[in-house]
């Protein structure tokens, strides 16, 4: 590992004025990625930003007018476990039950999960099939950003190289809702998915599915047919939707982990269990 600067600002003010006068500094929150690109070199940096010392920043997760803000160093292990989240955006939860192992979970947080942008992260389907939202403050205050219009390419994002972000935000979502999160994995463990897709059934028939691993980023789509909501609706009829839904999938041939052909089949096979499993959920909720 190269050596490098260690700062520990402790207002986010600080931490900008450093990300001004050092343009390659990265910023640390859990670090689950960063430490390991800065050990095999893939990560070349003359400073690093630690950040659980910003006074700005915390490890929240409360209540807001129908949904719940989540602070910038909100860890897996917290997200997994909280009640809300499980209950009203189980989603969520289940993606981030599953991000690594015990030891990462307690460390890497979910804005962290956001920023490395990668299209295999478990938490960012779900976090665009909710509407998450971003704070980001920066030289020029702070700011909002629809996560859908945050990512851009696998490790490339629309945030500003001095942006951080303080805050995620989760919407309210009006009446009964189901939601569910399924990978695809070559093996049980820690292995990055090959499929990962959130899908969560509102009260009104909307269906929301949102998938990644099978392109340069993670994405959303949203079915307004009701068919994939409707219990009654045949395997057939919900493919059709699902074909549409997933027509932008572009798997890489370079990956090692699965073939396009195998993930674009298995991308039919977990969207209709996940459809299926989101709708049994909000239904079920209603007794």
Known sequence: MRA?????PGSLAEALAILRAEPDARILAGGTDLIIGLR???????TVIDLKR?????????????????????????????????????????GAAVVGSVQIRNRATLAGNICNAS??????????????VLTVHGPDGSRQVALDDAFVSSGVTTLGHDEIVVR?????????????????????????????IACAVLESGETRVAFG?????PLLR?????????????????????????AAAAP?????????EYRLAMLRVLGLRAVETARARRDGAAA
């Open 4 to 8: 490098f600067a260690f700062e520990q």
């Open 40 to 46: 095999d070199g893939s990560i070349l940096s003359p």
């Open 54 to 94: 910003v006074r700005e920043l915390d490890a929240s997760i409360v209540e807001t007018v129908g949904g719940l803000a989540i602070g910038a160093l909100t860890a897996m292990t917290e997200i997994a476990a909280d009640p809300r989240i499980r209950a009203r955006y189980t989603a969520l939860a289940e």
């Open 119 to 132: 299209p295999a992260a478990d938490t960012t389907p779900a976090l665009l099939a909710f509407g998450a």
């Open 168 to 196: 995620i935000d989760l919407p309210a979502i009006p009446g009964r809702v189901g939601s569910t999160h399924v990978r695809r994995t070559r093996r049980r463990g820690h292995d990055l998915a090959s499929v990962t």
């Open 213 to 217: 691993s099978v392109g340069p980023r």
């Open 222 to 246: 949203v079915d307004t047919t009701g068919i994939l909501a409707d219990p009654s609706a045949t395997d057939a009829a919900r493919l059709e939707i699902l074909d549409d839904v997933f």
């Open 252 to 260: 890489s041939a370079g990956s090692m982990r699965a073939s396009p």
